[in-house]
């Protein structure tokens, strides 16, 4: 086998591995994450790319329902009347 030989048949190897390997596996986009946003000053809980929950200095935001099982006590200090709760 000569030079030109050998350079073309290792192309043509490396062209089908490399065919081969783009189409069998394509990176999944992640269905959950968690990201910290530094600008807004917040953490955004994202599942299937829409944004279910948001930690934030005013509070936890969330969309839907929020399911437990326990007790939920609140220790936070009592709130002036006609002041907003999420206030600072």
Request: hydrophobic share 40%; proline share 3%; net charge negative.
């Given at each position: 086998m000569?030079?030109?030989?050998?350079?073309?048949a290792?192309?043509a190897?490396?062209?089908l591995a490399?065919?081969?390997?783009?189409?069998?596996?394509?990176?999944?986009?992640a269905?959950?994450?968690?990201?910290p946003?530094?600008?807004?000053g917040a953490v955004?809980?994202?599942?299937?790319?829409q944004?279910q929950?948001?930690?934030?200095a005013?509070?936890l935001h969330?969309?839907?329902d929020i399911?437990?099982?326990?007790a939920l006590?609140d220790t936070g200090r009592?709130q002036?009347?006609?002041?907003?709760?999420?206030?600072r």
């Open positions: 000569t030079r030109v030989q050998f350079l073309v290792t192309a190897l490396l062209a490399g065919g081969s390997l783009a189409l069998a596996e394509k990176p999944e986009t269905r959950v994450m968690i990201v946003d530094q600008k807004e955004r809980f994202v599942i299937d790319g944004e929950a948001r930690i934030d005013t509070g969330v969309v839907g399911n437990y099982g326990g006590t009592p002036a009347e006609g002041q907003d709760s999420n206030a």
